[in-house]
């Protein structure tokens, strides 16, 4: 099979799989015990506004015709109309968006840092005090759950030292960007300073769980690669070992290592839903967590698909940028 | 259905790995004080005493500075009408009566934690044994049958992976509300528990029942059956092209019979060791809901954490004491997975096989 015939084949998976997606996100609201007509008006309500309501929000239409208008407006971003706040789901969605992005990508950035050098250590100097500390590390770091670190952190370093806020986001990336765009320089770097502030300790949070999984990933590929053939004849032909550490063994390791990051990225957002919480970060996962309390189906519902369909376009490129380096894949 | 080599393999991966002996150790104790709580928990976990809320840990004590009323010789002091108020510094120390501290609400810290642990371990193991009999099922169907139904059950899985499995089961206790069960305490109801507590001179009136949260077990095995799935189906792919299948087939064994007396034993390992780490990755799950407060669970160390929160300028321990308790937990069980995986060495994918 060729990379493009690949391409072509996991493109239609991933259209399925988002297909399925919609239709279980759209079967949610028939599990739930309630009427969505509920959450609008109050108990006593005249049964003839109840049924003028019930009509507007097209729910006594047939089941085929309620799930064509959910299908029909996804490819249009028309995601549909908050119970609550009767405006457009997919408009409060994408306000949310950055904030949650911005937030993975800073606990991706200090997740990679961090950990593929102190894998890189750790194999190295395998079964010595370094090894041995970065072990440690990282069996402590999967173990411990986010959202305690984060308690945690607030309660050290923000009430009791007071070196980081506690919780807030007063201005975002996309802030800063308008600043940079009006010309404001210095403004924009105040800002940018108030924001890595701010996202400092709600990075780390989500970060720590990654940094520990990258650091074991990277011990243990590198570990494998050290112990290939190919390393043992590129030092026997006189290369120095640096070279063959960091340009052959780790960049062979760091294959696996991509691939497992696209993998876990829904466990990153689920991680940035509960990191969100603790530091009122006001992204996607406050919405969600404030949509279920509302009982603001329409809301959790776009939510869902926006996260899982994000999830299912990062796989592919994944996928694809590992068949591009590792070819072998596509004709496995 | 364990040989005899596994047996050496894992009694001589024991003898080697002292990580090992500690994650035994650990999960040991921890099932111990889940199992006797009743008998050992110095307190009852929701019994309250606000007179001696937020008591420090052993080892620390507390500074607090109160508006309190202005007294002198035994009255209470008006001037201009007002009843005079004085700042008074108010130390509390650690007691053994609570060696863990006291909540908010006067709770002691160590009874919860240890009733705590009953709702971790109950959820963790109910949890992935449902995880597992879905997944299994769905994976041993799809790898024995292949075709399409392999393709129908394993792009379901696909479907359900492309959501965040937090986020999955946020949405889904958000929907169906928390249901519970509460079952009796054998050691309670029966008086065991309540003898030995007054023959040692514990304090008695323990719960009688435990709670069991049904929606949330149902939840974390609907989010993480796929696990199962996955390595199941792995298995059964290449177990189903052993001659010990083919020959079971061939004598007319019926397809349930073969998967069931020849596949499944031999798949068992890999099942095994995913199941000791999806413990542990349900318990966080579990923790991560009732600290939002979906799951329901009024004795959690989730809960905990965030009943804690309010206090995180005054009484630092309530957070964190809980929250120890989980990290523990957790590290005991990846090490008992690690030593299971290093023992039998099934080279799993996925989540638990990092």
């Known amino acids: 099979m060729s990379l493009s015939r690949f391409l072509i084949k996991r493109s239609l998976q991933g259209l399925f799989v988002i297909w399925g997606v919609i239709t279980v996100v759209f079967g949610l609201r028939f599990i739930s015990p309630g009427d969505p007509a509920n959450v609008l008006l109050p108990p006593d309500v005249d049964p003839e506004v109840r049924a003028q309501v019930i009509a507007e929000l097209g729910l006594n239409e047939p089941l085929y015709v309620q799930y064509w208008d959910f299908v029909s407006g996804i490819p249009v971003g028309d995601l549909g109309l908050s119970l609550v706040t009767r405006t457009p789901v997919a408009s409060r969605v994408v306000t949310k968006l950055p904030a949650t992005l911005e937030l993975a990508i800073a606990a991706t950035i200090v997740a990679v840092i961090i950990a593929i050098p102190l894998g890189v250590v750790s194999a190295t100097r395998r079964h010595q005090p370094a090894d041995y500390s970065a072990t440690v590390f990282s069996l402590v770091g999967i173990s411990t759950p986010n959202f305690w670190l984060g308690v945690m952190l607030i309660l050290v370093l923000a009430v009791q030292l007071n070196l980081f806020p506690t919780s807030q986001r007063p201005i975002g990336i996309d802030g800063i960007v308008l600043l940079l765009v009006g010309g404001n320089l210095s403004a924009a770097f105040d800002g940018f300073t108030t924001w890595l502030w701010h996202i400092t300790l709600p990075a780390i949070t989500l970060g720590t769980y990654f940094t520990a999984l990258i650091t074991r990933l990277t011990r243990s590929g590198m570990l494998d690669q050290l112990g290939q053939t190919y390393v043992r004849a590129s030092r026997a032909k006189g290369l120095p070992e640096t070279l063959v550490r960091y340009k052959h063994a780790l960049r062979n390791t760091l294959i696996p290592v991509i691939t497992v990051i696209g993998l876990q990225l829904g466990t990153l957002i689920g991680g940035a839903v509960i990191t969100e919480a603790v530091f009122a970060w006001p992204g996607l996962g406050t919405l969600i967590i404030n949509s279920i309390n509302a009982r603001d189906w329409p809301v959790l519902q776009g939510s869902l698909i926006v996260v899982a369909v994000g999830f299912v376009l990062v796989n592919i490129l994944v996928d694809a940028l590992y068949a591009y380096v590792n070819p072998q894949v596509a004709y496995d | ?354």
């Open chain 2, 1 to 354: 259905m364990i040989s005899e080599r596994t047996r050496r393999n894992l009694r001589r991966e024991l003898q080697r790995s002292l990580l090992a002996k500690i994650g035994i150790v650990v999960v040991v104790f921890m099932l111990a004080m889940a199992i006797f709580a009743p008998f050992i928990s110095p307190y009852s976990p929701g019994q309250q005493n606000l007179e001696n809320a937020r008591q420090p840990p052993i080892g620390f004590s507390t500074k607090e500075t109160k508006e309190v009323t202005k007294m002198e010789n035994g009255s209470v002091v008006i001037e201009n009408g007002q009843v005079v108020t004085e700042e008074q510094t108010v130390y509390t120390n650690a007691t053994f009566a609570h060696p863990l501290g006291t909540d908010g609400n006067g709770r002691d810290i160590l009874s919860r934690i240890i009733y705590g642990a009953r709702t971790s371990i109950l959820v963790g193991l109910f949890g992935t044994s449902l995880a597992a009999l879905i997944g299994v099922l769905v994976g041993l169907s799809a790898g024995f049958y292949r075709g399409r139904v392999d393709d129908v059950l394993m792009r379901g899985a696909d479907i359900m992976l492309a959501f965040p499995s937090l986020v999955l089961a946020i949405a889904l206790v958000g929907v169906w509300g928390q249901a519970q069960a509460p079952i009796p305490d054998p050691f309670v109801v029966s008086g065991i528990a309540p003898a030995f507590r007054s023959a040692v001179g514990l304090p008695t009136g323990m719960p009688e029942t435990v709670v069991l949260p049904g929606t949330v077990i149902v939840v974390v095995a609907l989010v993480n059956w796929v696990w199962f799935a996955r390595v199941s189906r792995g298995e059964a792919l290449s177990i189903r092209e052993e001659e010990y299948v083919k020959a079971a087939r061939a004598l007319g064994a019926s397809d349930g019979r073969t998967v069931l007396r020849h596949v499944l034993p031999n798949a068992i390992t890999p099942i095994l060791v995913l199941a000791t780490i999806q413990v542990a990755a349900i318990i966080l799950l579990e923790s991560a809901l009732s600290f939002l407060g979906f799951s329901g669970a009024d004795v959690s160390w989730g809960f905990d954490i965030a009943l804690g929160r309010q206090y995180q300028s005054t009484a630092w321990w309530i957070s964190t004491m809980p929250g120890l308790a989980i990290v523990v937990t957790v590290i005991g069980l990846n090490l008992v997975g690690d030593w299971l995986r290093d023992a039998l060495d099934p080279g799993i994918e996925g989540e638990g096989g990092v």
